[in-house]
Nanobody
C-alpha cells in the first residue's frame, strides 16, 4: 500500500511561517516529481509547487513565488514546503502528490498518488 502523509499544518498569523512535510510510505518515490497543491474553502484544488527528481528543477505558482520553497530529502523519502510571509489567502488544505513520469506537470491530473491533506489557516 502506498501512502503519502502530510504534516506541519496549523494556525498562524499573517506574516508568519510554516514548514509542511510529506513522507512517503510503501514505496520509494525516487524518480517521481513531487508536488504540492492546495484547496481553499469553496474553490477547486490548485497547483502550488513541484520538484522534479532527475533535474531537481522546481516550479511555483505565481501567487507563492518568493515566499514558498519546495525541497526534498531523498534519503528520507520526504518532501517539504517551507512557507514564509503567509497571507490569509494562503488558507487551504495542502496536499502533496507524486507524479511517476517525472514530467514536472502543474496539472493535478498527471499525479498518481495523493496524501490526505493538512490544514493551513492564516489569520489576519
Amino acid at each position: 500500500q502506498v501512502q503519502l502523509v502530510e504534516s506541519g499544518g496549523g494556525l498562524v498569523q499573517a506574516g508568519g511561517s510554516l514548514r509542511l512535510s510529506c513522507a512517503a510510505f510503501g514505496r520509494t518515490f525516487s524518480g517521481c516529481t513531487m508536488g504540492w497543491f492546495r484547496q481553499a474553502p469553496g474553490k477547486g484544488r490548485e497547483f502550488v509547487a513541484a520538484i522534479r527528481w532527475n533535474s531537481g528543477n522546481t516550479v511555483y505558482a505565481d501567487s507563492v513565488k518568493g515566499r514558498f520553497t519546495i525541497s526534498r530529502d531523498n534519503a528520507k523519502n520526504t518532501v517539504y514546503l517551507q512557507m514564509i510571509s503567509l497571507k490569509p489567502e494562503d488558507t487551504a488544505v495542502y496536499y502533496c502528490a507524486a507524479e511517476v513520469d517525472d514530467t514536472g506537470h502543474i496539472s493535478e491530473r498527471y499525479y498518481d498518488y495523493w496524501g490526505q491533506g493538512t490544514q493551513v489557516t492564516v489569520s489576519s
